[in-house]
């Protein structure tokens, strides 16, 4: 199973865990934050605070929450705003790690970020060292009992997606993310709610992993979730489903 689908599926799991404490609530807020600094904070004409507010919701975030991220976000009450920042790697059997942060202290989020792809086997590289090996896509992972996949794919490629494929028991949905909006728009007429909907970074190829790497991968990619600056992993492994079934994740 290709790598952002397998992590996606686990960050869906993983967001009800986090919601529950808190902590994914933090990240969103972030997120939130830097959209309407960025674009303002009106979510009909600032895509990118709409995408946020929505996935703040899909995790129960409070109203209050919501309005109090974007208020700091445009400097009406007290806060800094985070920076973003990517930082670029290799993990476990050379494979690429992209992380998009948002922090409020470059210098300790690197020191952090870097300890954490050290103790997986892995290694922080420099600006631009795996950054081209990824495109922006927009990514929808949809549950395959949930809808035909003959329906699907014409809804999707309706909507203008540019293609529709089945992974593990899941259909995965890319599209440029000009069209992003159309398409997520095209699911929820049609009752279709995915795992995940994003605009990400999607690998152009991928690396194959035996087990014993695939689980060291795992993990790393854990470690970087955990952390409350990491918004967004992307890599480019690949785990075939023999493995998956060896490692005991199929």
Not at 101 to 126: W, Y
């Amino acid at each position: 199973m290709a790598g952002h689908s397998h992590w996606a599926g686990i960050k869906h799991k993983k967001a009800i865990v986090d919601a529950k404490r808190g902590k994914l609530w933090s990240k969103l807020a972030k997120a939130i934050i830097i959209a309407a600094k960025m674009g303002g904070g009106d979510p009909e004409t600032n895509l990118r605070l709409r995408y946020a507010i929505d996935d703040a919701k899909a995790v129960s975030m409070p109203k209050e929450n919501i309005i109090r991220a974007i208020k700091r976000g445009l400097g009406e009450v007290e806060g800094g705003v985070p920076e973003e920042v990517v930082y670029e790697g290799y993990g476990p059997g050379g494979v690429a790690v992209l992380c998009e942060v948002l922090t409020d202290n470059r210098n300790r989020t690197a020191a952090e970020v870097r300890k954490i792809f050290e103790m997986s086997d892995g290694k922080l590289g420099g600006a631009g060292c795996v950054a081209w090996m990824f495109e922006s896509k927009g990514f929808f992972l949809v549950p395959s009992e949930s809808v035909e996949e003959e329906k699907l794919l014409e809804l999707a490629l309706e909507a203008g997606a540019d293609d529709v494929r089945r992974s593990g028991d899941k259909f995965e949905i890319t599209c440029d993310p000009a069209v992003f909006r159309e398409v997520k728009a095209a699911l929820e007429a049609a009752g279709i709610t995915p795992d995940a909907a994003q605009i990400t970074r999607l690998p152009k190829t991928t690396v194959d992993l035996d087990a014993d790497t695939a689980v060291k991968v795992l993990k790393l990619m854990e470690r970087l979730d955990d952390h409350d600056d990491v918004q967004n992993i992307s890599s480019n492994y690949n785990i075939p489903d023999e493995v998956m079934k060896q490692i005991g994740m199929s």
